[in-house]
Each structure stands twice: as structure tokens, then as C-alpha cells.
């Protein structure tokens, strides 16, 4: 029991003194100053190797003072209250350590520290999704932490997602094609939804942020060719800055991140950004980045140069002409400081990456500047701002007639001429490499945090934010290529343009009390909203007169298209964690929402909450090799908001005898439609052993959906085009997760960590609301007892022998559809092993997949073109068809190519290099590092495809998009210099 | 905390959230400013909308089944790459036919029942707002008219289908059968209903009469057929319309037929010994001469690869008919008329008439009339040549399986073991409550 007089056991006081209070609370600044104060300075470094730690954050328990080390591991913290003071030094990968010491007064106090290397997270504080900062022992739910700083150095990436592949189990990170700057698949704990979108919500700094993959292709009205450049399109979680990551928190299921709600279902991802540290001189960080990219020469043409065409052209083989070596150059530079009641953080950045087939390339400008302002003891402002222009000069790829790759790989090198070298079939090559399709997208991403904490029991947060995405793209073909079959004619200019915009509201208060029976009691509540628009403008230009023109207007025929989206969620927030005792520790909690898509007769969705947590480190019945051991089980449940108009019943707006204004009718609408909700029943454990050398955190889950979204075909002559989205639906996840980190070695020089992540999942629709013939978004059946995006193909069932009309023999299908296998992998794994030998550390990511399946539709494309290696292999002398070529062709054209996408990926090996200090020394340099890495160098599959992870249409849609005219995965080569001064 | 225990500060507090929440009410209300309400299209202002797009979408669904219908038939062949299509092409779709993939086969015949379920949406909401004057309405008289054009084409096409939006299965002969009597019904209506121009009147009145021709065809009352296809003036045509001013209004024919545009089907190769690839036509098979209703485009330079399809392998030769997204299809037309007046003659046994008939069209185009066949089976000479005029001036039109498939002459044509129609699709099959799965029992197989 606290025996001192809280301020919730303060008398009550009269309206006069609670004037006075405010007014005490209100000069609180000033009369800080008046007190009794002095100066912490310190060290802090490795237990382990002696190193100084930098990046750590140093504070005094009790308190919200706050510094981080530099470099050299010093830090320095004033206006600390003299006396008896508690100092804490804490950092991810280390045990925190505490060090008391007497603060003198006008005077200073030195203190070192040395933290012990630690493969246990129990100590990390996380905030997201949590009522508040807490402590990972306290929390019963599952979160995952990635120290983005420590993943830049050994594998500088330009974008997000390369940081996040393979550091956290359960998660999914990986490119699927589409060329530099294109779509990643981005997934936590596989799918939970028939029709809504995958991707986790991504927070920036509270914010919520764009990571949408527009749909071009119908927001052009299907007025201009297909899609951009392709299904995969740009993917705007590449817009951020990595170097300006600090860490990133991931919340893996509806039982983390129960508080966010109807938009909750698929994890929650924040990611937060670097701030100034405390009382240190400004400290510059410049990152100088080279290298390129070359694309592994696996593409299906080898044989093609054995062959000619009839005008006697001798075919091209691409994987000898159109993979190039693309450079890639990158600039930052960072300074942060702080005085002592503010801080700040201050990068800017460039990147420019051109891909290996080309054109293709991205530029990427962000500018970025973080203030904190300690206004008082109490009172704290965090300000945010950045910007980001991203240029894209996308590949033509993806489900696309004008497919680079695609045209080149599907023609008959048979049919070669002078002008068509591969022979390709559609365009050529050469009219391709002159189409533009660029994206220019500007980004600003900002906000503020004031955190008010009148007492040192009550914390008031509150957030607000936008995310506001301007972003032009343009696509020209020139007037004389031949362009046909894209359905362009005389060449065609599109103008388009997407403005997004996301505002963010987000209040939280955490009073601390304590109840009876020494029941300690943290009470959060609060509210959090955002109001989403999306407008896409587009403005098409066909048929010019002829060469040299390129502005809409100068076509003869022109066009505009727009569609616009809104979204509005408010809700509330409430919950309490309970401590009982310094062992046992459980929150309850619930969330209450409304959406502006729920139908107009749904109302508000509630969403609740319970974790447990209990620690057993320290029982002396527990064997001596475990050193912490965290018991956990949290159920929860979260949402999944439908799409913005899907409970309209609507009738479109169309043209009818050549532009005569119609309607007919549209989408049936459901004004009963509601969120689908998630329930996640996920326990496991948190565990050190050998003295934390080992950790292992271990999750065993199952979610249900119980009112999954249907879309529900209403018959074709009911005159509806779309259909109908009903909350009757089911699907189960039951899955497991599991990372071990191992500090195998660990000595001054040398030292060997490894780290190993692996998950499983199933994945079964559990009911259909009674309806048959249910397809998503891309007409895959979904159906009771298969996975979500299941693979269905007819089969082979019999081969009839030839006849004289069928001289290549029948090819006879199963009588229905058959099961291969789920669309994404049912086993995960990676492992990421790092030895630091002196100045040296040698890291690498090395990652399995296993059991999925994918509609590989290159495969039979090439077959039914007549080309392909496994095709041209079979022809005969002088590329006479063959018994064996005719009877492929006619197997091909029977039936897909239904492959596994499973594989083994060595994603990264880099090399980093402590440049020693006698050399920095000398220009004044400090900690600078060079570092060699390579990433996406080499896969081995059994696909008969480019990339097993290819997906034309990019995105979140993996599980439903087979392969089809993709590009495999960068392959890249960098070389980074790191320099502080 | 200690000030949220004072009753002013919980009064305000509530009172602040009763704010919220009620300002919350209004912002979780958001517009969708690009489609009508159901309400919304109940008014005056939106009524000719409707009627426009009953009529418009029938109209737009026509150029996607003919593709359909006619890679089933003899017209034409698959050029692409696309199985399913291909599938068509070899006549090797069947009842429940397995699919892997939604999209297959089915976007054609579903887009024609969808157009008879927005024309009849379109009926019930004229007289639920217009109430005692709908049926005197000109816009009754439209989406009514799409209605029953949608029967006769989903007859035309494919085997068996929903009776109306939603109802029970009945066969080919049960929609033609309907959709006599509709356009029977119609003509009162059409008679009574309030145009503003006598000349709409007339023009809805010559579609009726030459739809009755076609439709009591195919019923088989020959002597109504003729009343009817007698009724229609010369020069009338009826057209479906297009434009390449948006993809909705796109004419597949052209987008995938055409040279211009993609090259996923193209005339079969039966045809093929008989192109003029020089000046780029089919050759008349009496005369020899260039059919100028058969336009072909051959671009003997492979430079552009126009001589084959988008598979890169198969023979291909550019649908002129129908050279841009914005071409025309005729949905009916007098020359249609001639020989559905041509057919009852032959049918009569008054071969010199039907001859007559062809000819009126042939002398149109310039071409040398047909002289009555005074040798060997006269009867079956006639109706080769009533079916290769019919070929020749439906091509691409949609007509041509039906008319393979009247004449039972699939597998004379095209070989054994070929689908004679295009089966429902499996989107109304598993959809529709009154239908389900496995109860499909057609399309015959040659």
C-alpha cells in the first residue's frame, strides 16, 4: 500500500483550490527551475565486449528525464533532482541496468554502466496497442519489436518492407515482382478475410499512414489500357525513409490489437521514427550508398538464339540482352541533438535505384524533422514532420499486353523478324522500351503528441495526424508504335492523379492507482479516429495525328475518368491492467466503433478484450537453465471494416447509344452490413535460458471469423453487376509461431548470435453462409473446408490415344475443379545468423517457405505461344514441331500450370567493416561503418517459373494472383559507408 | 484525478460526450457521389436514364455473346491464348461444365442476363412511379422492348436459362416461345403509347415486327414469321450501338476481332481457302467475286505480326466488319427480313420465291443474283445457299449457331462431339435459388 499522501487521496479540495491548482499546474515550468538540481553523466557499455553502447536510452526511474548515448556510450542528463536518484540504462538486444546514485546539488555526478547481452525481450517497453508504455512481461498478448536501426546496418534498404523480412515470426515480408519500386506482399498471420484487403494498419508515430494498392485499372474507367505498368503497381509503404526508423512494433493478431478496433483484424504495425537525444551536441550521421542491381538470368529464352525466323533473323535470348546492370546510388544524412528541454532530429535523404530490366528505375526524396519540447515536468509537445517525393519509372510488367519480360518470353523465336527479335506476339520489344509510365508521388506525413501528466499517476496522450498523399502519374505511347493489342492505336497519353488523404484523433489517458489487496491497477481510456479520402482523377488522350505530340489534349480523342472513396471511424476505448503482485499481471479492455461503411442499420461494433501474464523467473523449483520464463494467454477480438460504399445499394451511372446518359442497376447493398470480426485465442510463452543467451518466444493461436464478409452473387438476371456483401460467413486460422535468438558466442572479439524464426498456419473456411459458387476478387472459388484463396484446377483424368482428327491425342479433365493446395505457405522460416569477429560482422538472412501453390500461368502461355525452353527443347531438327511439341501444345492448352511456390531464399549476406578509429580519428569522424551486402541473390524452387513468389497482381492480393508476365524480385549489390561526426 | 469525482466536472464530461457522440452520428455519414440511390433513380429526371439503360446494356451485351456464339459456330476461331476461350472454339463446353476460374465462360452469358434483369427492373420501377400511365409510357415501351430482345438472344444463344430475374429453368424453346408473345404484346402498347414524333412509334414498331419474324422463326410458326418480316420496310436497320468513348460501351467484336486492337479470334479457317487475301475479302462461293459484306484484313507484312493471332501461332485474318470499338451491330435489319421471307418460301416449297428473296440482297450489294437450282436436290441447293446468304449477312451477329444448330448441322460443319449452344453459366446455376447445382441438362453434343 502506498502510504503517501497520492493525489487520489488528497482531501477534497474547494473550487478556490482546485484554482489554485490549475494555476500551479500551469506555471509548473517556472517553478521547476527553482528547485534544488544537478548533472547525471555516464557511460554505458557492453558487459560482454567492453564496446560503448550507443542508442541507449538512459533515464531516471520515477521520472520522465530522459537521454540517449552516443557513440561513445556517454551521455549526460541535467536539472536532475539532487538527491538520492535511480539511473536506468536501457536498450534492445541488452538487459536494462539500474545504478543508483546521489545527485549533488549545483554539481555533477558520473555513473557507468554496463549492460549484459540479452536473447530475451521480456524487459523491452512497447506502447502500441497497449493502453500506455508497458513492460513485454506485463503484457499477455503477442507483440513483436524489430530494431530497425540495428537491421539498417548490416542490410541498408530503401524501403520498409526489406526491414521487416524475416524478424518476426508470423509476419510476412516479401517483394512478389513488378521491378524496382513495385508491390510487396505484407501479412501478418496469414489471411482473415475472403475479400478485404491483407495488409496490416500502419502507424507512423501514432499516425495512420497510406498503404493502399490502388486499383487503377477500374478507376480509369476502363477507358485507358489495363493497369499502369501492370497489376503490381507502386507500393507506398516505400515512401518512408528507413534511416529514419527507429524500431518498429508489431502487433500480430485480434489479441494485441483488439484497441485499434475495425481496422485491427490483420496486426497493427507501428513504426516509430528517431528522435533527438538529450543534453548532446549535435551528432551528424552521413550514409553514402553505391552498388546496383542485375537480375538473375533465369528467364525461359535460353534456347531461343537457336533459332531464326523467316526473315532469316536469329532469335534473341533476353537473358543475354535486356538484363543490364542498374546503379544505384544513395545519400543521407542525419543530425539530432538536444538541449535540455528539447530535442531534435533532422534527415534528408536521396536514393536512386535503376532496375536491371529496364526502363525502370526510382528516385526517392525524404526530408524529415522531429522536435520534442519538454515544456515542463509535466508537459511534453513531440512534433513530427516528413516529407517524401517518390518517383517511379515503373516496368511494364504484371498481367499487361505490354509486359516487357512477358512479350520477350511469350514469342515464338521461330517467328523472329528484324523488328520482333524474340518473336513476340504481341508487341515488340522495342515499342515496349519506349512506353513511359511514371509515378510521382508527394508525401507529407505529420502530426503531434502532447503528453500532459499532472501527476505522476495520470498520463494524458493525445495524437493528432494526417498523412496526405498527392501522387501524378502519366503513361504515354508513342504515336507510331504498334500497340494493338493493348488496344492502342496511334499511340495514347493518360494523366492521373491520386490524392489520398488520412486524418488521425487519438486521446489516451493511463491513471494509476492502486486497489485493495495490493492489486496494482493501470486504468486506460480514451478515443481514436480517422477520416480517410481517396480521389482518383484520370484524363486519357487517344489516336494522335502523329509522331512528336504528347499531351492529352493533342489527341483526337480524349477522355477523363474519377472515383472517389470516404471513410470515417470514431471509437472508444477503455481498459485496465491488473498487477498482482510483480508476477501476474492481466489487462481488460474494449473498444467501441463506428464506421461510416457499416451499413446505415448496423450501428456500433464492440470489440473486447483479456490478456494474462505470469512470471515464473525466480522459483527455485524452475531448472537452474531457465534464467525468465513468461506464461501468456490473451483472447481478443478486432475488426475489419468493409469497403467505404459496399452496404450502398447503388445504380451506375453508364453511357448508353454512343453516349446517351443510363443507369443500370449496380450493387444490391446490405444496410445490415457490419465489420467482420476476429477472434484470437493466442497463448504461449517468453523464455530465457543459459542466463538469457537463449530466448525464445513461443505463441500458439487460433482465429475465428465468425461474420466474414461473402460476397454473395446475386443471379446474373437480377440485372446486378456486383455482388452482394454479407457478414454470413467463416474461417478459421490455427497457427503457431515461434523465435529462438541465440547468443551463441560472445566475447570482446568475437562474438556469434543466431536467430531463427518459424511459423506455422492453417487456414479453412469454416462456412459460407449456405451459398455455393462464392469467388473473390479474381473468381477463385472459395469454399467450407479449403483455405482462402485455395487452388483449384481441373486435372488431368485420362489421355485418349491420337486419331486422324486428333492427332495429338485427347487430353480428358476432371469432371470438377480439384484441390491442390493453400495459395500461401504453410510453414515459414528464417534464419539470420551474425558473427562479429573485431571490426568485422558478417550477417545473412536466409529464409524457407513450404506449401503453397500457385496458377503458374506463364508456363502454359509459353507452351500455347510455342516458345518457352521446356517448349523449344522439344522441337525437332530446324525447329520442326514434333510429336512431343504438338502433344505439349495440346496438353497446355487443356489445362493451367498449377505449381508450388516452394522455396529457399538467401535474401541477404553482408559483410560490415568497422573502419578503425586510428583512420576516423583523423578527419574527425566517429563510428564509421562500410558495409558490403547483397540481397535476393539466389532462390531454389521446383516451379518451372521466374520467381516461386511472383504475383501479377502485387499487393496484398498474393493469395489470390497467380504468376503471370512477372518479373522475379530485385536482385541488388550495395556498398554503404555510415559515418557519424 | 481527484477533480473527475466533482459532479460539475462528470456533468460536463457527459455532456461532452453526448456532443460526440452526436456530432459522431453525422460524420460516420458519408456520400457516394459517383451512383444513384434506388430512390434517387425513381425520379422524372433519372426515368429516361433507366429506360436507356435497359435498352443500352442489351444492346452493349450483344457484340460479347456474338464473340461467344460465334467461336462456337463456324464463324470463328480462337486466335489467343486463353483456355477457356479455346475451350469454346472446340465446342468442348458442356452442361456443368467444370471451370477454374469464375470468369470462364461465363462474362457473355451473363452479361445478356443481367441486361434482361436491369430491363425488367427497369418495367417494374415505370409502373411502380408512374403507376395507371406507365403502360402508355415510351419508356415502358423501351425497357419492355430489352426485355424481350434479351429472351430472344439468351434463346438464341444459350440452351437453357432462367425464365426471368431469378425464376426457374426453361428450355431455348420456351424463351423464343416468350418472346413472340412479349413482342406481340408489345405492339398494342407500342400503338397506344404517347411518342412525341410519329417516326419513334414507327421505328419501335418495325423492331417489333422484325423481332416476331425472328422470334416465330425459331418457334417455328413459319406463317407469322413471314406476316411479320413482310411488315418491316425496306432500308430499316436496327443497330446496337457502341463507342470508343468508354469501355462500357466497347464492341468486343472489334477489341478482339480486329487487326486494330487485340487478335483473339478471327474468321475460322474453313473460310480461309476461300479469303481474297489480296484486296481483303471472303469470295461470294456462287460467284466467286468479293463479297463486299465480308471484309477480311490480311497483313502479309509479319513485321506488325497481324497475320497471326495474339497466340503468335494461329492463322489470323482481321474481322473488317467491325473496325473500331464504336462499330455498330445490327440487331435487326431488312435483309434479315429477306430471308427469314426467303426461309418461309423454301419451308413452302416455293423455291423460286425464296431465290427472289436472296437476291433482293445480293442485287443490293452488287453481287450476280442466284439462279434457281433446276438440277439434282433442289430443296437442300436452296438452303445451302439460304445459309451461306445468311452467313454472309448475320456474320458476326450472333445468329449463326442457332442457325447450325436448327439445321442440325454441327457436326457436318464442325465435326462430332461439339457443344450445338452455349450452356448457362454457373454464376445463375449455384446463384439462383429456383435453379441449383447439376441441373443442367444441355447443351446437346454433336
Known amino acids: 500500500m502506498t502510504t503517501g499522501p497520492t493525489p487520489l487521496q488528497r482531501p477534497r479540495r474547494s473550487g478556490v483550490g482546485r484554482a489554485t491548482l490549475l494555476a500551479a499546474l500551469l506555471v509548473a515550468p517556472l517553478s521547476v527551475h527553482a528547485q534544488q538540481t544537478g548533472i547525471v553523466v555516464g557511460t554505458v557499455t557492453d558487459a560482454g565486449s567492453g564496446q560503448p553502447l550507443g542508442n541507449t536510452a538512459i533515464g531516471i526511474v520515477g521520472t520522465r528525464m530522459g537521454a540517449n548515448t552516443d557513440d561513445r556510450g556517454h551521455f549526460i542528463l541535467r536539472g536532475v533532482r539532487s538527491g538520492p536518484a535511480t539511473v536506468r540504462a536501457q536498450r534492445l538486444g541488452f538487459r536494462p541496468a539500474l545504478a543508483p546514485v546521489a545527485v549533488p546539488a549545483g554539481d555533477s555526478v558520473r555513473v557507468s554502466l554496463a549492460l549484459q547481452a540479452s536473447a530475451v525481450t521480456l524487459s523491452e517497453i512497447v506502447t502500441t496497442g497497449t493502453g500506455g508504455a508497458v513492460s513485454k512481461r506485463e503484457l499477455g498478448a503477442p507483440i513483436g519489436v524489430v530494431d530497425a536501426s540495428r537491421i539498417s546496418e548490416v542490410k541498408p534498404s530503401t524501403d520498409l518492407g526489406s526491414i521487416l523480412e524475416g524478424q518476426v515470426s508470423g509476419m510476412r515480408s516479401t517483394t512478389v515482382g513488378g521491378g524496382v519500386g513495385g508491390a510487396k506482399d505484407l501479412r501478418v498471420r496469414g489471411t482473415s478475410s475472403f475479400t478485404l484487403n491483407q495488409r496490416p494498419v500502419v502507424y507512423v508515430d501514432g499516425v495512420r499512414v497510406d498503404t493502399r494498392a490502388t486499383d487503377w485499372t477500374a478507376s480509369l474507367g476502363n477507358q485507358a489500357c489495363c493497369s499502369f505498368n501492370g497489376g503490381t503497381g507502386e507500393d507506398r509503404l516505400s515512401d518512408l525513409n528507413p534511416d529514419d526508423i527507429d524500431h518498429i512494433e508489431v502487433l500480430k493478431g485480434a489479441a494485441a490489437a483488439t484497441l485499434y478496433g475495425s481496422e485491427a483484424s490483420n496486426g497493427v504495425i507501428q513504426v516509430f521514427t528517431k528522435h533527438g537525444k538529450q543534453e548532446s551536441a549535435p551528432q551528424w550521421t552521413l550514409t553514402l550508398g553505391t552498388g546496383f542491381d542485375r537480375q538473375r538470368p533465369n528467364y525461359q529464352t535460353h534456347l531461343n538464339s537457336q533459332f531464326a525466323g523467316p526473315d532469316g533473323t536469329r532469335a534473341l535470348d533476353m537473358n543475354q540482352t535486356l538484363i543490364k546492370t542498374g546503379p544505384f546510388q544513395s545519400y543521407n544524412a542525419e543530425v539530432q541533438g538536444g538541449a535540455g528541454k528539447a530535442t531534435y532530429f533532422v534527415s534528408g535523404g536521396y536514393s536512386k535505384e535503376v532496375g536491371s530490366i529496364q526502363p525502370n528505375d526510382q528516385s526517392k526524396g525524404n526530408v524529415r524533422l522531429n522536435l520534442n519540447w519538454q515544456a515542463s515536468n509535466k508537459l511534453t509537445f513531440d512534433v513530427r514532420s516528413a516529407f517524401t517525393r517518390d518517383y517511379i519509372n515503373a516496368l511494364q510488367s504484371g498481367n499487361n499486353w505490354a509486359s516487357l519480360t512477358g512479350n520477350a518470353q511469350n514469342g515464338d523465336p521461330r517467328q523472329a523478324t528484324k523488328l520482333r527479335p524474340y518473336g513476340e506476339a504481341w508487341i515488340s520489344v522495342a515499342d515496349i522500351e519506349r512506353i513511359t509510365s511514371t509515378s510521382d508521388a508527394n508525401r507529407w506525413t505529420g502530426g503531434g503528441t502532447a503528453t500532459f501528466q499532472p501527476t505522476a499517476a495520470f498520463t494524458n496522450r493525445f495524437t493528432v495526424g494526417a498523412d496526405v498523399v498527392g501522387e501524378q502519374k502519366q503513361r504515354f505511347f508513342p504515336q507510331d508504335g504498334a500497340y494493338g493489342s493493348a488496344s492502342v492505336n496511334n499511340g495514347e497519353k493518360t494523366n492521373a492523379g491520386r490524392n489520398y488523404s488520412v486524418y488521425t484523433a487519438d486521446y489516451l489517458g493511463t491513471l494509476n492507482f492502486h486497489l485493495p489487496l495490493g492489486i496494482g491497477s493501470t486504468f486506460s481510456f480514451g478515443g481514436q479516429g480517422f477520416y480517410e479520402t481517396e480521389v482518383l482523377t484520370a484524363a486519357i488522350g487517344k489516336q494522335f495525328a502523329g509522331p512528336g505530340i504528347s499531351t492529352v489534349t493533342a489527341a483526337s480523342q480524349t477522355f477523363g475518368a474519377e472515383r472517389y472513396t470516404h471513410a470515417v471511424q470514431i471509437g472508444a476505448l477503455a481498459q485496465n491492467r491488473f498487477a498482482f503482485g510483480d508476477r501476474l499481471f492481466s489487462t481488460v479492455g474494449v473498444r467501441i466503433d463506428g464506421n461510416s461503411a457499416f451499413g446505415s442499420g448496423f450501428g456500433y461494433q464492440r470489440y473486447p478484450k483479456l490478456d494474462v501474464a505470469y512470471n515464473l523467473d525466480g522459483y527455485g523449483w524452475l531448472p537452474s537453465l531457465v534464467s525468465s520464463l513468461k506464461l501468456r494467454a490473451a483472447v481478443g477480438t478486432a475488426g475489419k471494416a468493409p469497403g467505404p460504399f459496399d452496404s450502398f445499394q447503388t445504380y451506375q451511372p453508364v453511357a448508353v447509344y454512343a453516349n446517351t446518359p443510363a443507369l443500370i442497376p449496380q450493387s444490391p447493398g446490405n444496410l445490415k452490413l457490419g465489420p467482420e470480426k476476429s477472434t484470437e485465442i493466442d497463448a504461449g510463452f517468453d523464455a530465457g535460458f543459459f542466463g538469457d543467451r537463449l530466448g525464445v518466444e513461443a505463441s500458439v493461436y487460433r482465429t475465428t471469423v465468425n461474420n466474414a464478409i461473402v460476397p454473395v452473387t446475386v443471379p446474373p438476371s437480377q440485372g446486378f453487376l456486383r455482388t452482394q456483401a454479407q457478414n454470413i460467413g467463416g474461417l478459421r486460422n490455427t497457427g503457431w509461431d515461434i523465435s529462438l535468438s541465440l547468443l551463441t558466442y560472445e566475447r570482446s572479439s568475437f562474438s556469434w548470435r543466431n536467430e531463427v524464426r518459424m511459423d506455422g498456419l492453417k487456414n479453412v473456411v469454416t462456412s459460407l453462409g449456405g451459398n455455393a459458387g462464392v469467388v473473390d476478387a479474381f473468381g477463385n472459388p472459395i469454399r467450407v473446408g479449403y483455405p482462402v484463396g485455395a487452388v483449384f484446377a481441373i486435372a488431368p483424368k485420362s489421355y485418349i490415344a491420337p486419331t486422324p482428327s486428333a492427332p495429338s491425342g485427347t487430353w480428358i479433365g476432371t469432371d470438377t475443379a480439384v484441390y491442390f493446395g493453400p495459395s500461401l505457405p504453410t510453414f515459414n522460416l528464417s534464419y539470420a545468423p551474425s558473427i562479429k569477429w573485431g571490426p568485422m560482422t558478417l550477417y545473412s538472412l536466409l529464409t524457407l517457405e513450404r506449401g503453397a501453390w500457385f496458377n503458374n500461368g506463364d508456363r502454359p502461355y509459353r507452351f500455347r505461344q510455342h516458345t518457352g525452353d521446356e517448349f523449344l527443347s522439344l522441337l525437332g531438327a530446324g525447329g520442326a514441331d514434333t510429336f512431343a511439341s504438338d502433344s505439349a501444345v495440346n496438353y497446355w492448352h487443356t489445362f493451367n500450370a498449377i505449381d508450388q511456390r516452394d522455396n529457399v531464399r538467401l535474401r541477404t549476406v553482408s559483410l560490415g567493416v568497422d573502419v578503425p578509429e586510428r583512420f576516423t580519428s583523423r578527419t574527425g569522424l566517429g563510428r564509421t561503418v562500410v558495409t558490403l551486402s547483397a540481397n535476393n541473390i539466389m532462390w531454389w524452387d521446383h516451379c518451372h517459373c521466374n520467381d516461386p513468389n511472383s504475383n501479377w497482381a502485387g499487393a496484398d492480393s498474393f493469395g489470390n494472383g497467380g504468376a503471370f508476365l512477372t518479373d522475379p524480385s530485385p536482385r541488388t549489390f550495395r556498398m554503404t559507408l555510415r559515418t557519424r561526426f | ?446
Open chain 2, 1 to 446: 484525478m481527484h477533480f473527475l469525482k466533482s459532479r460539475a466536472a462528470r456533468w460536463a464530461g457527459a455532456a461532452a460526450v453526448v456532443v460526440a457522440m452526436a456530432g459522431c452520428r453525422d460524420i460516420l455519414t458519408v456520400d457516394n457521389p459517383q451512383a444513384f440511390t434506388n430512390e434517387a433513380a425513381n425520379s422524372a429526371v433519372l426515368l429516361p436514364a433507366v429506360a436507356a439503360g435497359a435498352e443500352g446494356d442489351f444492346q452493349i451485351s450483344l457484340s460479347n455473346i456474338s464473340v461467344f456464339n460465334g467461336m462456337l459456330s463456324d464463324e470463328f476461331w480462337h486466335t489467343g491464348t486463353w483456355s477457356d476461350w479455346l475451350d469454346v472454339s472446340k465446342g468442348l463446353i458442356r452442361a456443368n461444365w467444370p471451370i477454374n476460374n469464375a470468369n470462364s465462360f461465363m462474362s457473355a452469358q451473363n452479361q445478356l442476363l443481367r441486361a434482361r434483369g436491369a430491363a425488367s427492373s427497369a418495367s417494374l420501377r415505370f409502373e411502380n412511379v408512374l403507376k395507371d400511365s406507365a403502360h402508355t409510357s415510351p419508356l415502358f415501351v423501351t425497357s419492355q422492348m430489352a426485355r424481350a430482345w434479351s429472351d430472344l438472344y439468351i434463346a438464341l444463344s444459350i440452351c437453357q436459362a432462367p425464365v426471368s430475374s431469378g425464376g426457374a429453368l426453361v428450355s431455348d424453346s420456351v424463351l423464343f416461345k416468350q418472346a413472340a408473345d412479349s413482342f406481340a404484346a408489345l405492339l398494342p402498347i407500342i400503338q397506344n403509347a404517347h411518342y412525341a414524333k410519329a417516326s419513334d412509334r414507327q421505328d419501335r414498331l418495325n423492331q417489333a415486327n422484325a423481332a416476331l419474324a425472328r422470334a416465330n422463326l425459331m418457334v417455328g410458326d413459319y406463317a407469322k414469321a413471314l406476316q411479320y418480316a413482310q411488315a418491316v420496310p425496306q432500308g430499316f436497320v436496327y443497330n446496337a450501338q457502341f463507342s470508343s468513348n468508354s469501355g462500357f460501351q466497347n464492341n468486343l467484336l472489334a477489341g478482339q476481332g480486329n487487326a486494330n486492337y487485340n487478335r483473339s479470334f478471327s474468321i475460322r479457317g474453313l473460310w480461309h481457302a476461300q479469303i481474297d487475301t489480296l484486296n481483303g475479302f471472303l469470295r461470294d462461293a456462287s460467284s466467286g467475286q468479293d463479297d463486299p459484306r465480308m471484309p477480311l484484313g490480311h497483313d502479309n507484312n509479319n513485321a506488325k505480326g497481324y497475320d497471326r493471332g495474339s497466340d503468335g501461332v494461329t492463322k489470323f485474318f482481321s474481322i473488317n466488319k467491325y473496325t473500331s470499338l464504336g462499330s455498330p451491330v445490327a440487331i435487326t435489319k431488312t435483309a434479315e427480313m429477306n430471308l427469314i421471307i426467303a426461309e418461309v418460301r423454301w419451308r413452302q416449297g416455293n423455291f423460286p420465291a425464296a431465290i427472289a428473296a436472296m437476291n433482293v440482297n445480293r442485287t443490293a450489294v452488287g453481287l450476280p443474283s442466284f439462279a434457281l437450282p433446276v438440277t439434282g436436290d433442289v430443296s437442300t441447293q436452296v438452303r445451302d445457299l439460304l445459309l451461306q446468304e445468311r452467313f454472309v449477312v448475320l456474320f458476326g451477329e450472333g445468329q449463326r449457331m442457332q442457325d447450325l444448330y436448327r439445321f442440325k448441322l454441327v457436326t457436318e460443319r464442325l465435326g462430332a462431339g461439339r457443344a450445338t449452344k452455349l450452356p448457362l453459366t454457373r454464376t445463375e446455376q449455384l446463384s439462383n435459388p429456383n435453379i441449383g447445382e447439376g441441373k443442367e441438362t444441355c447443351p446437346a453434343i454433336s
